[in-house]
């Protein structure tokens, strides 16, 4: 199995519900530095997993959907923790979405599986991996 | 599949019995940079994997029982090569004791698998993963 | 001239005023890893620069005013850019109101200069460094 | 599943051919990080994966042939686009090889799967990783 | 004294003159991790040292002119050998001079020094301060 | 001002005297990351700060006599605490012997100062830094 995996990061404010979150249930904020990674058995036409610059302009585009901005006031997390390990996975169902639209490039299309990782801190970091 | 990693740290001593080991089998002593991962398929009702302060203390406590120690001078290690690879099965089968006994929440319980990394240097490091 | 550093990180929300910072004129958030440097040209008795124990403390206690918070609810920040240069500088003076009150310990009034360094992400960090 | 991962480096310099790689078409360069994983399920009569000493000199050795090199003059690259992906299966594919002939050790034997990451910077990576 | 550092990186091919690079002589090539820093005793009337924003462009326009390129066809480098101090020397003045044209905001003429450091791997740097 | 560094590691067991030391008073151990820099205000004849080659073998050196060894049983550390700031100082002192012994070669001799790093874990580390 081939992989590539591209970073970028993310600077956001959001809070917590629940008491198992101490004092994250108060409005902070949080340095998401982003891993995308693409994975796929056999490597395209020009011996890559994905063109890695389209893999990064589409990273950013995602990220760029919340980036500077308080999660709280995001309509589509209404009502929900944006957890670092949710986050992950907002992140990379997108991804999936972008190369089922072919925004990743036709030879994309052999990807099989993605994995985004968000790392909130040097001592913690979470997952999300998924098939295509 | 969701996972979170917690990162601690660990300095003790030890040696080595075998050939194989060369100077190392020498006392001397490392420090252990501790990766501790837990995997499950789907969030809990938090929206998380697991508390990551819970997840933090648990390590800790883990890695409490042989911080600034002598390996060679721990009684469960006797005639064992204490080698990195070793040293993450130990930690992680103490992390999954941990998620059978309720420590780390009964959230905690819908954790599948636990990895866990030891970095030796920054140049060598050593993993176990097993299912919970 | 002798040094050690001791690292912690703080998670909070806050936003710019002034053109020059664009989208980050909307409430967002980061984590900041901070690196806490203390100089001296001597060591102690103990042969060190500083009680890492207690450094690692005091750094946590300054942090702790500020973790988890909206830095623009923080009245004595109000009016201010709380830029990562100007927290380097409020993280360095506290440390330094630390040591002239004996908080670091005896030892520790032989410290001669201390450096701050906020990293906002991993491709752009500050610093602040004054004498005691 | 145990594993252990050992750290080395390359540079050399290359040219891709495909409109794809836009300005990295031209003559350019990159220094590769190269971590290589060995995973086994149980481990050997020493308790370890394999000898970090001897996978660390064989991993030498597979950069050496290439290392301080233009690859587009290395004969068996001949019209291939050496890309980070490729590379680390060209690197991988050796190793696995190495365990074959035994240079890696007896032991090493029972590697069940290996594993090879190149970063080309610090914002992109690449794997390959195949069973032995 | 405040400073602030941003990073962004390069990919170039380059050979070496002298017996003292060794195998180095051969065209080869590297990745430097770049990190420019900006250093003033006072912070301007929006509490920062330079906008960032502008700093990485204008890092990037530098790096840009280098960027993917083969150095020994570079006629500026025309028998000089491009070491990593050398580099960093010169992505280190071109800065200044970017200060002194006001390219960096007219705040950044506040701006006293600058200090530039190119990582060629994990385990070697390179750098060079100067006065503005 | 130019500067090099290079990094390579160290494992070793100690202990320490003296109740500010708390549980590192036993015997335990640690992994040093050792960066050595050398700095000098203008390039050598080959524009660089110093044969990065020589500088590593150099620094291999100076730890070699320290590797894989309890500190507490060196006779030279008799007595003495060896805190990671005071081995910081031990190496560059050797560091600087070596510049004067022509060992880095004649080229070296315009080396004007020389700082050493110990990082003892992702959360700590000490320097130590003196003229030639």
Redesign the interface.
Known sequence: ?????????L????SFR?E?????Q????????VDATFRRPE?DD????V???LA?TELGKVLGEF????LDDVDRFDG??T????L??VVADRLVEAIHAGTL?EGARGIREVAVTLH???????????SV
């Open positions: 199995m081939f992989s590539i995996t591209v970073r970028d990061h600077m956001v404010a959001h629940g198992v979150f101490g004092p994250a108060r409005l902070h904020g949080a340095t998401f530095l490597l020009d011996n890559i997993v063109d890695i610059g990064t980036n500077y901005r308080n929900i923790n957890s670092t390990e949710f992950a996975k490039g909130e801190s040097h001592i913690a970091w979470a997952s999300y991996e998924r």
